[in-house]
């Protein structure tokens, strides 16, 4: 039986609570952007969801994640085969991929950016990354959104300041595309965990992490989302899994990656 830690980090919530995105994915590519992430679908792999695929990021497909920590190289990676970009686009093209990636801005339809904010098109205000492969990976696979700081910046009112990858707008999808051809996951914050199953596609909330209020969740998103009453709290992280995210990260670099703050304290 699995036994519930009394002490963990934020990160560490964070981390047990993604890797649900991919328990029932079966033998799909977990493509994790982003070290808690990466861990969280590492985490998968090792615990409930053996039949996961991953990388090492460069050219071949693990049988056993690598650790983000505590290794200079990938001597002694334990591989099965060669998964080159022509294999990667293979799996992407025919759906069994599923990413968790984190996105600058997301808007109440799902969109999102990481390309450009402000301003217009032709001269944003800021430059980021540009689209990158956003708009093909958001109508072949499942996706999931990591956000570690909960705001009105990254959940903003309006629409997306440049739309990367779709969402449930029916203005915006491809031609022969549908709202049930969208498969958006879970959204994992640093206050909670939500899903896109509300109303019409609607923002849910669906647990609410210790000692954070659904008043503050919904302060710090700009646009009506859905929450039932009584919501669960995210469940801790047990012993067990503790100790595969320390094998996974020996070094602790996951500490560094999320503002662990109080519960409550969104200063």
């Known amino acids: 039986m699995s036994t519930p830690a009394t002490e963990y980090s934020l990160a560490e919530l964070m981390i047990v609570a993604g890797a649900e995105a991919f328990r029932n994915d079966g033998e799909v590519l977990a493509t994790g952007i982003g070290m808690i992430p ?12 053996q039949d996961l695929m991953m990388t090492d990021s460069e050219a071949y497909l693990l049988s056993e994640p690598n650790p983000v920590s505590g290794r200079s190289s990938h001597e002694g990676q334990q591989k099965e085969t060669w998964m080159g970009f ?5 799996n992407v093209w025919s759906g069994k991929r599923h990413a ?18 402000g301003g217009s098109y032709d001269q944003p205000k800021v430059q980021m990354l540009g689209a990158r492969g956003f708009p093909g990976n958001s109508i072949c696979h499942a996706n999931s959104f990591f956000v570690p700081t909960h705001n009105t910046r990254v959940f903003m009112g309006g629409e997306c300041d440049m739309v990367c990858s779709i969402g449930y707008n029916p203005e ?6 549908t709202m049930d051809d969208i498969d958006i996951r879970l959204v994992i914050t640093d ?4 899903d896109w199953n509300g109303p019409n596609n609607m923002l849910r909330v669906i647990s609410l992490h210790p000692g954070i209020s659904i ?9 009506e989302v859905h929450a039932e009453a009584d919501l669960p709290t995210t469940p801790a992280p047990t012993e067990e899994q503790l100790a595969v995210i320390s094998q996974l990260d020996p070094q602790n670099w996951r500490s560094k990656q999320i503002k662990d703050n109080p519960p409550g304290d969104r200063s």
């Open 215 to 223: 008043e503050q969740v919904l302060e710090n998103t700009g646009f």
């Open 191 to 194: 206050l909670c965990v939500m």
């Open 38 to 49: 990466r861990l969280a679908a590492s985490l998968a792999m090792k615990t409930f969801n």
């Open 172 to 177: 915006r999808l491809p031609k022969g595309y």
């Open 86 to 90: 022509s294999r990667i686009f293979d």
């Open 100 to 117: 968790m990636v984190g996105p600058t801005q997301i808007d109440k339809y799902g969109q999102s950016n990481i390309s450009a904010l």
